[in-house]
Protein backbone atom coordinates (compact mmCIF):
# COMPACT_ATOMS: atom_id res chain seq x y z
CA UNK A 1 0.00 0.00 0.00
CA UNK A 2 1.59 3.13 -1.29
CA UNK A 3 2.16 6.15 1.61
CA UNK A 4 1.85 9.52 1.29
CA UNK A 5 5.48 10.57 3.66
CA UNK A 6 5.34 14.33 2.79
CA UNK A 7 6.70 16.49 6.42
CA UNK A 8 2.84 17.46 7.75
CA UNK A 9 3.71 21.04 9.00
CA UNK A 10 5.77 21.85 5.84
CA UNK A 11 3.31 20.93 3.73
CA UNK A 12 0.40 22.42 5.48
CA UNK A 13 2.32 25.99 5.12
CA UNK A 14 2.74 25.25 1.20
CA UNK A 15 -1.02 24.56 0.66
CA UNK A 16 -2.23 26.85 3.00
CA UNK A 17 -4.60 24.73 5.37
CA UNK A 18 -3.82 24.41 9.32
CA UNK A 19 -2.19 21.72 10.81
CA UNK A 20 -4.95 20.88 13.14
CA UNK A 21 -7.01 19.79 10.04
CA UNK A 22 -4.55 17.00 9.94
CA UNK A 23 -5.04 16.25 13.85
CA UNK A 24 -1.72 17.92 14.81
CA UNK A 25 -2.52 20.97 16.36
CA UNK A 26 0.89 21.77 17.87
CA UNK A 27 2.77 21.63 14.25
CA UNK A 28 4.36 24.32 13.29
CA UNK A 29 7.26 25.55 10.89
CA UNK A 30 9.23 28.63 10.88
CA UNK A 31 11.31 27.56 7.60
CA UNK A 32 11.16 29.87 4.90
CA UNK A 33 8.41 31.86 6.73
CA UNK A 34 8.96 34.70 3.97
CA UNK A 35 8.94 33.22 0.91
CA UNK A 36 5.42 33.38 0.02
CA UNK A 37 6.07 37.17 -0.22
CA UNK A 38 8.15 36.89 -3.38
CA UNK A 39 6.40 34.23 -5.36
CA UNK A 40 4.61 35.35 -8.77
CA UNK A 41 0.79 35.29 -8.66
CA UNK A 42 -0.12 31.84 -9.25
CA UNK A 43 -1.77 30.75 -12.59
CA UNK A 44 -5.18 29.44 -12.98
CA UNK A 45 -4.36 26.25 -13.70
CA UNK A 46 -1.84 26.24 -10.54
CA UNK A 47 -4.67 27.39 -8.54
CA UNK A 48 -6.79 24.59 -9.07
CA UNK A 49 -4.25 21.95 -9.06
CA UNK A 50 -3.49 23.48 -5.49
CA UNK A 51 -6.98 22.75 -4.24
CA UNK A 52 -6.97 19.13 -5.47
CA UNK A 53 -3.68 18.60 -4.00
CA UNK A 54 -5.04 20.16 -0.45
CA UNK A 55 -8.21 17.36 -0.90
CA UNK A 56 -5.72 15.02 -1.56
CA UNK A 57 -3.51 15.16 1.23
CA UNK A 58 -6.10 16.08 3.75
CA UNK A 59 -7.59 12.62 3.07
CA UNK A 60 -4.50 10.21 2.10
CA UNK A 61 -5.56 9.97 -1.14
CA UNK A 62 -3.18 9.16 -4.25
CA UNK A 63 -3.99 10.32 -7.87
CA UNK A 64 -5.79 7.44 -9.43
CA UNK A 65 -8.10 6.74 -6.19
CA UNK A 66 -8.80 10.72 -6.32
CA UNK A 67 -9.92 10.16 -9.98
CA UNK A 68 -12.20 7.58 -9.15
CA UNK A 69 -14.00 9.36 -6.58
CA UNK A 70 -14.54 12.54 -8.68
CA UNK A 71 -15.80 10.40 -11.45
CA UNK A 72 -18.44 8.60 -9.39
CA UNK A 73 -19.13 11.98 -8.27
CA UNK A 74 -19.72 13.25 -11.60
CA UNK A 75 -22.24 10.24 -11.93
CA UNK A 76 -24.30 11.17 -8.81
CA UNK A 77 -27.57 13.78 -9.14
CA UNK A 78 -26.39 16.95 -7.64
CA UNK A 79 -23.04 18.97 -7.61
CA UNK A 80 -19.91 17.34 -8.61
CA UNK A 81 -18.10 19.26 -6.32
CA UNK A 82 -19.91 18.36 -2.87
CA UNK A 83 -20.74 15.06 -4.47
CA UNK A 84 -16.58 14.66 -3.58
CA UNK A 85 -16.42 16.18 -0.58
CA UNK A 86 -19.62 13.60 0.75
CA UNK A 87 -17.41 11.06 -0.61
CA UNK A 88 -14.47 11.65 0.99
CA UNK A 89 -15.65 12.53 4.44
CA UNK A 90 -17.47 9.04 4.51
CA UNK A 91 -14.56 7.10 4.38
CA UNK A 92 -13.51 5.12 7.33
CA UNK A 93 -10.33 6.28 8.24
CA UNK A 94 -12.26 9.67 7.93
CA UNK A 95 -15.01 8.22 10.13
CA UNK A 96 -12.95 7.42 12.71
CA UNK A 97 -10.73 10.10 12.69
CA UNK A 98 -13.75 12.44 13.26
CA UNK A 99 -15.14 10.34 15.78
CA UNK A 100 -11.94 10.70 18.03
CA UNK A 101 -10.46 6.64 17.64
CA UNK A 102 -7.49 8.12 16.43
CA UNK A 103 -5.54 11.44 16.73
CA UNK A 104 -4.90 11.77 12.98
CA UNK A 105 -6.18 10.20 9.83
CA UNK A 106 -3.03 8.18 9.09
CA UNK A 107 -2.88 7.08 12.56
CA UNK A 108 -6.77 6.02 11.71
CA UNK A 109 -6.06 4.65 8.36
CA UNK A 110 -3.48 1.75 10.09
CA UNK A 111 -6.00 1.24 12.69
CA UNK A 112 -8.61 0.19 10.35
CA UNK A 113 -6.08 -1.90 8.11
CA UNK A 114 -4.89 -3.56 11.15
CA UNK A 115 -8.69 -5.11 11.54
CA UNK A 116 -9.33 -2.92 14.91
CA UNK A 117 -13.21 -1.81 13.97
CA UNK A 118 -16.50 -3.40 12.98
CA UNK A 119 -19.58 -1.44 10.56
CA UNK A 120 -23.12 -2.77 11.61
CA UNK A 121 -21.11 -5.82 13.66
CA UNK A 122 -18.46 -6.95 10.76
CA UNK A 123 -15.14 -6.60 10.57
CA UNK A 124 -14.27 -4.26 7.41
CA UNK A 125 -10.30 -3.53 7.01
CA UNK A 126 -10.64 -1.05 3.97
CA UNK A 127 -9.66 2.43 5.04
CA UNK A 128 -11.56 3.39 1.40
CA UNK A 129 -14.81 1.83 2.80
CA UNK A 130 -17.81 3.87 2.44
CA UNK A 131 -19.94 4.58 5.63
CA UNK A 132 -23.47 5.27 5.22
CA UNK A 133 -26.36 6.91 7.18
CA UNK A 134 -27.50 4.76 9.57
CA UNK A 135 -23.95 2.75 9.60
CA UNK A 136 -22.74 1.89 13.23
CA UNK A 137 -18.59 2.18 13.65
CA UNK A 138 -17.48 -0.16 16.82
CA UNK A 139 -13.67 -0.63 18.18
CA UNK A 140 -13.76 -4.88 17.96
CA UNK A 141 -14.04 -6.23 21.45
CA UNK A 142 -10.89 -7.73 21.14
CA UNK A 143 -9.20 -4.86 20.72
CA UNK A 144 -10.99 -2.59 23.35
CA UNK A 145 -8.53 -3.78 26.07
CA UNK A 146 -5.25 -2.01 24.37
CA UNK A 147 -3.46 0.66 25.43
CA UNK A 148 -4.95 2.45 22.52
CA UNK A 149 -8.30 2.74 23.17
CA UNK A 150 -8.28 2.27 26.84
CA UNK A 151 -7.71 5.62 27.13
CA UNK A 152 -10.56 6.28 25.19
CA UNK A 153 -12.98 6.08 27.87
CA UNK A 154 -13.05 6.96 31.42
CA UNK A 155 -12.78 9.95 33.11
CA UNK A 156 -9.45 11.04 31.41
CA UNK A 157 -10.63 10.71 28.10
CA UNK A 158 -10.08 13.20 25.82
CA UNK A 159 -12.87 15.85 25.27
CA UNK A 160 -13.77 15.59 21.36
CA UNK A 161 -15.93 17.67 19.16
CA UNK A 162 -17.85 15.50 16.78
CA UNK A 163 -19.29 17.49 13.42
CA UNK A 164 -22.86 17.40 13.21
CA UNK A 165 -23.17 14.19 11.30
CA UNK A 166 -21.81 11.88 13.18
CA UNK A 167 -22.30 10.81 17.06
CA UNK A 168 -20.83 8.90 20.30
CA UNK A 169 -22.39 7.57 22.90
CA UNK A 170 -21.02 8.41 26.07
CA UNK A 171 -17.62 6.50 27.60
CA UNK A 172 -18.18 3.79 24.82
CA UNK A 173 -16.03 3.19 21.61
CA UNK A 174 -19.34 3.52 19.51
CA UNK A 175 -20.41 6.02 16.96
CA UNK A 176 -23.01 6.88 14.43
CA UNK A 177 -23.63 7.68 11.12
CA UNK A 178 -26.63 9.98 11.70
CA UNK A 179 -26.44 11.52 8.21
CA UNK A 180 -24.61 11.52 5.60
CA UNK A 181 -21.99 15.01 5.74
CA UNK A 182 -23.04 18.00 3.87
CA UNK A 183 -21.14 21.66 2.56
CA UNK A 184 -21.69 23.51 5.57
CA UNK A 185 -20.45 20.42 7.37
CA UNK A 186 -16.86 20.59 5.93
CA UNK A 187 -14.65 22.27 8.30
CA UNK A 188 -12.01 23.47 6.59
CA UNK A 189 -11.34 26.07 3.49
CA UNK A 190 -11.28 24.17 0.00
CA UNK A 191 -12.65 25.79 -3.29
CA UNK A 192 -13.94 22.39 -4.94
CA UNK A 193 -15.61 24.40 -7.88
CA UNK A 194 -12.07 24.30 -8.58
CA UNK A 195 -11.35 20.36 -9.15
CA UNK A 196 -14.20 20.62 -10.89
CA UNK A 197 -12.80 22.76 -13.56
CA UNK A 198 -9.53 21.45 -13.45
CA UNK A 199 -10.65 18.40 -14.64
CA UNK A 200 -13.33 19.62 -17.07
CA UNK A 201 -10.66 20.80 -19.08
Known sequence: MAK????????????????????????????????????????EYATQLKEKQKLKFIYGVLEKQFLNYFIEAERRPGMTGENLLQMLECRLDNVVFR?????????????????HFTVNGKKVNIPSYL?????????????????????????????????????????????????????????????EHLIVELYSK
Open 131 to 191: VKAGDVVEVRASSRSSAKFAKLTGPEAPVVTLPSWLSREANTLKGVVERLPERSDIDYEVS
Open 4 to 43: NMQPIAKRCKALGISPAVMGYSKKTTTRNSNGNNFRKKQS
Open 99 to 115: LGFASTRRDARQLVTHA
